[in-house]
């Protein structure tokens, strides 16, 4: 699976097959994507490379650790690594067209009010109790 940011500058991939998505509905999503929510998912580094444009990259970082880097020249957001983990938190909006479904939404307590989540979805009020798990469970072939 190959990503691109909006202007094409940095490309990345991913090898294995991603099937889980999630959705965020956190404040700090809404603001980055500019919409109801963030649509991504995680992936392990071994799985994941970088092809071009890592000069490209910026970051902001709030000091609750929250960091969101982006192209310097579109403002895509872009992959990037998941604190002090092994883990990159991939943005699906600049991957191509996969096979994969939202299997969770969290931080709902704070969705927008004309936010309306669908489906036979599993959904949380807040963020997962062990981020450890919810990696894990992303990972799992199982849908």
């Known amino acids: 699976m190959k990503g691109t ?3 094409g500058t940095i490309k990345f991939e991913v090898s294995g097959n991603i099937t889980k998505l999630y959705q965020c509905h956190c404040g700090l ?3 980055q994507s500019g919409s109801t929510s963030n649509t991504a998912t995680m992936v392990n580094e071994s799985s994941f490379k970088w092809l071009s444009g890592f000069e490209s990259i910026t970051h902001w970082k709030k ?3 929250f960091t969101s880097n982006f192209c310097k020249v579109c403002g895509s957001p872009v992959p ?3 604190r002090d983990t092994n883990f990159f938190w991939i943005p699906m909006g600049l991957v191509e067209s996969i096979d994969a479904k939202v299997v969770v939404h969290i931080c709902c307590e704070s ?3 004309w936010d ?3 489906g ?3 959904t949380l009020d807040g963020m997962p109790e062990s981020v450890d798990s919810f ?3 992303l990972q799992s072939s199982d849908v």
């Open 120 to 122: 036979n979805v599993s």
């Open 63 to 65: 000091d609750s650790g």
């Open 80 to 82: 990037n690594r998941l």
């Open 29 to 31: 999503c809404q603001k």
């Open 116 to 118: 309306n989540v669908h």
């Open 111 to 113: 969705k927008s009010k």
């Open 135 to 137: 990696i894990k469970s």
């Open 5 to 7: 940011c909006n202007c």
